[in-house]
């Protein structure tokens, strides 16, 4: 559980200088990997800053764009160029801006008939990708998995209460008639299969869920990520407001 599993965190006072700090700590990690560099993109509002300065000349200079490839933790089923699609922010934000090969952007496909066909497509992506079928421990799909929190402590489109929440055979899976619009989610397997996750929460109005979930609140969906691998929490100030969590 999240809780249990040794994590580092990094608090910020302002969400800007949170930005700053993991689009560093993301080159350095991205530089540093010698083979191609899986990066799992988180959706909603918090990432989009982060993505901005990773296409500026600091960072985007020493970004191995070549061999990144990018994935998408969820996504919501409207066209690709609509505002509510987490591919359109990170495209407009980012993609559209770096020499990143267009075969390297694996977007959760939600043009295909149902979200259930869009599931199916995309865990078969992943598959080829990975180059198995079965997820083995010890060798990890993704380099880096970027993740949001809810208000409500969802993660992806794993939200409180939902069926998805106990899915551990299949790779993404359709979330419909939950919250609008009708959604695309990677399983907690599939998240949970990487070398390093990383939280960026940010603002006033995440603290509660933030709480519960380092202390452990199964209810909360955040807190059921279950990984081997290593966990970073980039939060702010705002967020943290906490003793224990703001280093006061
Ligand atoms: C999405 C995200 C979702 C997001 C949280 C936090 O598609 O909306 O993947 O899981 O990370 O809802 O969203 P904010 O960053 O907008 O608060």
């Known amino acids: 559980m999240i809780a249990n599993t040794a994590a580092q965190t990094h608090v910020f006072d302002t969400p800007e200088q949170l930005a700053q700090q993991a689009a560093d700590w993301i080159v350095g990690r991205a530089s540093k990997s010698r083979t191609r560099f899986a990066l799992c993109l988180s959706g909603g509002d918090t990432p989009q800053r982060l993505y901005e300065l ?17 994935f998408w933790g969820d996504e919501r089923v409207v066209p690709h160029d609509g505002p ?8 407009q934000a980012l993609l559209q801006h770096v020499p990143i090969p267009a075969e390297n952007i694996h977007a959760i496909p939600t043009e295909q008939t149902s979200p259930a066909a869009g599931a199916a497509a995309y865990a078969t992506t992943l598959k080829r990708f990975y180059g198995g079928d079965t997820l083995e421990a010890g060798r990890p799909l993704f380099d880096l998995v970027l993740l949001g929190l809810g208000e409500d402590g969802h993660i992806a489109s794993l939200f409180p209460g939902s069926p998805a929440l106990a899915e551990t055979e299949r790779w993404a899976v359709p979330v419909v008639g939950e919250t609008p619009p009708d959604r695309i989610t990677l399983t907690y397997p599939v998240l949970a299969s990487s070398k390093v996750i990383a939280f960026l929460v940010a603002g006033e109005r995440k603290r509660n869920a933030l709480a519960r979930v380092r202390a452990g609140d199964l209810a909360l969906p955040a807190s059921r990520l279950q990984t081997a691998g290593a966990i970073h929490w980039f939060i702010d100030r705002a967020a943290a407001a906490t003793p224990a969590l703001s280093g006061a």
Do not use: G, I, K, Q
Not at 84 to 91: D, K, P
């Open 54 to 70: 990773l296409a500026t000349p600091p960072y985007r200079v020493r970004m191995p764009w070549d061999r990144t490839h990018c």
């Open 84 to 91: 509510l699609s987490n591919f359109h922010m990170a495209w």
